[in-house]
């Protein structure tokens, strides 16, 4: 069995599907049992590592990215860097605003602190859907000054094209559906 193989039949395997959330007509998914499964996490861990060889920072998403990308980091040898919701932060901030289907969102990082010039940062995240969390993301972190490598998700919704938003930034899902 090829570890990619190995990767999707985890992510399926442990996947748990909740219809109607968070609204009706939304098949959410729900990658929490991967990431508390001992060989999802693993698993997951390992195939993204390979993604965000030759970076200097992994760049975590809010929530779950922080767990994926810390994972991640960790088994590079390399920082994380966790991109926040606007407010967790003591200021200054490099903060990014951006449209969500139902209002606005903003994303920040610190300002000070954490140098970002120049540094090669791939971001993680859990789900790649929209692409408009990523996207933000990615304007956030090369206003701070950093060159945005790739991004990579465990699972990418491919119906809903985020991958569009994010041209021409590669993009490495692991699982799609």
Known sequence: MSANTDVVEVIEALTREVADFPEPGIQFKDLTPVLADRRGLAVITRA??????????????????????GAVADRLGIGVLAVRKAGKLPPPVYSETYQL?????????????????????????????????????????????AIVLSAAVVLELTALKGRDLLEPLPVRSLHTV
């Open 48 to 69: 993204l590592a390979e993604v965000a060889e030759g970076a200097e920072l992994v760049a975590g998403i809010d929530a779950r990215g922080f767990l994926v990308g």
């Open 101 to 145: 289907e139902y209002g606005t969102a903003t994303l920040e990082v610190p300002a000070d602190g954490i140098d970002l010039h120049g540094r090669n940062v791939v971001v993680i995240d859990d789900v790649l859907a929209t692409g408009g969390t990523l996207a933000a993301t990615t304007r956030l972190l090369t206003k701070a000054g």
